[in-house]
């Protein structure tokens, strides 16, 4: 199973930027979807964006126009540039990977991501 490690989080201002990555142990080239999650506090955890491994990348509503996520085959990794940050983007965000049947999904263990004045 792949093990994903996610970086890049911290306290940022509204209107701030940062940029998550989640290197991945071995290849991404066969992942189906490389993909962000976030949770916030008394919240479900929710799809934020995903790429798939045919190019395609998905946003939730919320963050289209402001994130952007990418995958690196090459570097097995993937990223979440996030621009324009407001506070109710304060969550936990967590990378996930889904690979072919039969295998599972895998998740990192997450990184904080707070925008605060």
């Known amino acids: 199973q792949v093990h994903l490690v996610e970086s890049g989080g911290g306290l940022v201002e509204p209107g701030g930027s940062l940029r998550l990555s989640c290197v991945a142990s071995?290849?991404?080239?066969?992942?189906?979807?490389m993909g962000w999650y976030r949770q916030a506090p008394g919240k479900q955890r929710e799809l934020v964006a995903a790429a798939t491994s045919g190019g395609s990348i998905t946003y939730l509503d919320t963050v289209k126009g402001r994130f952007t996520a990418s995958r690196d085959n090459a570097k097995n990794t993937a990223y979440l540039q996030m621009n324009s940050l407001k506070p109710e983007d304060t969550a936990v965000y967590y990378c996930?990977?889904?690979?072919?049947?039969?295998?599972?999904?895998?998740w990192g263990q997450g990184t904080q991501v707070t925008v605060s004045s």
């Open positions: 996930n990977a889904v690979p072919p049947l039969p295998a599972d999904d895998a």
């Open positions: 071995r290849s991404i080239t066969s992942i189906v979807s």
